[in-house]
């Protein structure tokens, strides 16, 4: 009987932040499975003043406006499987997240998304996933309220080896992460 090794998935978690509560999922996701982390930034910071960044983001949105963002050091070739993070704008994925997207070519690659928010649940951020990333091998979606702990006792003991066995070939979703929000 041969058995074929199996090999470690190469992750990355390519996210948009303002507040934080992304990056804690990225960082969780980081903690769970050994990801990669790559953080879009915009040239141009939004304001800290969250009644001001979302008139911003609002009038961005409604006039097709895309915000230059920073170069990503991010080489595709390197990752098996890509996270993509956004905090939920308006109903929709972060802008500078899907500029970032348009961007690199990610058709090889298998794709996990996910979003934070405050209240809003899920609302359209899968949709412009989708629509952004269409023909490409997409996993399920993750929608996460808030921040994400990842020191949390419950994290550390399911996430690793939940996380490690949801990002493989027989099961490419975020089903088993039990990740806990605040």
Known sequence: ?????????????VYFTKTG???????????????ALFRVETVEPYPESHGSATEI??????????????PLA????????????????????AM???????SVDLSAKKILT???????????????????????????????YGAVRPQDAKVRKTAVSDARNTITDRNPTWRGLNLPTV
Not at 96 to 102: A, M, N, S, V, Y
């Open 1 to 13: 009987c041969h058995h074929r090794p199996r090999l470690r998935r190469r992750i990355a978690v």
């Open 21 to 35: 509560n992304t990056k804690s999922l990225a960082e969780a996701v980081r903690h769970m499975t050994g990801a």
């Open 57 to 70: 983001v609002k009038d961005e949105l409604q006039r097709g406006v895309i915000r230059p963002i920073r």
């Open 74 to 93: 991010f080489n595709p070739d390197d990752y098996d499987v890509v996270v993509l993070a956004t905090p939920t704008w308006w109903h929709h994925a």
């Open 96 to 102: 500078p997240l899907q500029t970032w997207i348009r």
């Open 114 to 144: 996910a979003n934070t928010h405050g209240g809003g649940g899920l609302m359209h951020t899968r949709e412009a996933f989708e629509a952004l990333l269409a023909g490409r091998r997409l996993g399920t979606h993750l929608t996460v």
